[in-house]
């Protein structure tokens, strides 16, 4: 009895921790409380449901507007970290990792969480998953930098976190240190949109960067991660005639000499070879 109670109070506790400052009502990602359905769950989560400009979205690259973006100047550096096992995903939050600057203005990474697939697609192909990297600016200005993820060679970087992840819901882990620059791809090519957060309440405004080229990690890697999260990815939202921009190094656009990216994508897009 005073073990049920125990844990019962422990439950109730980290219940609190995750979801302090107001109600939280509970969803999932399938399911009746699934993603089509988050909008009806509550009144605070109505944007889900009739927002206008949510995320996540299909990039078409093809329509994307070209001209008019820098690559984006990141000033991550490494610092110490926390690994949050958060009930919808792993989450690393982050105390002094640094910044990076969308539209002029500098925006503080906060922390980094996962998603299996990769909720954004590019071309209507997903990938094995994505990296979300989450910024402030102030208490109400987000931004989001996404990193793909695909199958391929163990990621170093990552290799401290996925051997650390926390299996119980609430619990964390302590990361000694982390430099959040290496999950950023060589390729600064970006797709940058106005979007929301994808998990209720689904605020929007949230400044979306779409980093185009995929990081790797391991089939090992994926399946520990699946192992607490088969599958916590939102459907692609309607873009409802959003601008999408696209940033394109000058060199891969003009030069002559660039890789296979610079050749006519394939005419129906079936395979993604980068
Ligand atoms: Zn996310």
């Avoid at 909720?119 to 208490?139: F, P, Q, T, W, Y």
């Avoid at 979306?208 to 520990?224: D, G, H, N, R």
């Avoid at 692609?236 to 891969?252: C, E, I, L, Y």
Wanted: some cysteine; aromatic content about 8%; proline content about 7%.
């Amino acid at each position: 009895m005073k073990v049920k109670l125990l844990s019962a109070w422990v439950a109730m506790m980290l219940a609190a921790c995750a979801h302090a400052g107001g109600p939280d009502p509970e969803w999932e990602y399938e399911g009746e409380k699934g993603s089509r359905s988050w909008g009806k769950l509550d009144p605070l989560f109505k944007t889900c449901g009739i927002g206008k400009r949510q995320s996540p979205i299909n990039i078409e690259e093809r329509e994307a507007e070209r001209g008019g973006l820098k690559p984006i100047p990141f000033s991550y550096k490494a610092g110490p970290g926390e690994i949050l096992n958060n009930g919808h995903t792993i989450q690393v939050n982050l105390t002094n990792s640094g910044s990076a600057r969308f539209d002029g203005l500098e925006y503080r990474l906060v922390q980094f969480h996962f998603h299996t697939p990769s909720e954004e697609k590019i071309n209507g192909m997903a990938s094995h998953m994505v990296v979300h990297l989450v910024h402030r600016a102030g208490d109400t200005k987000l931004g989001v930098v996404a990193v793909l993820i695909k199958l391929g060679k163990e990621n170093a970087a990552l290799k401290p976190v996925f051997d650390n992840l926390p299996s119980i819901e609430g619990k964390t882990v302590a990361l000694a240190s982390f430099n959040p620059g290496d999950l950023l791809p060589s390729d600064p090519t970006y797709f940058a949109y106005i979007g929301s957060l994808t998990t209720p309440p689904c605020t929007e405004d949230v400044k979306w960067q779409v980093m185009k080229t995929p990081i790797e990690i391991s089939y090992a890697q994926l399946a520990t991660f699946k192992k607490l999260y088969k599958m916590n990815a939102r459907h692609t939202q309607a873009t409802n005639g959003r601008r999408v921009q696209m940033m394109m190094p000058d060199a891969v656009g003009a030069g002559s000499s660039a890789p296979a990216s610079a050749a006519p994508a394939a005419p129906t897009g079936k395979h993604s070879n980068h």
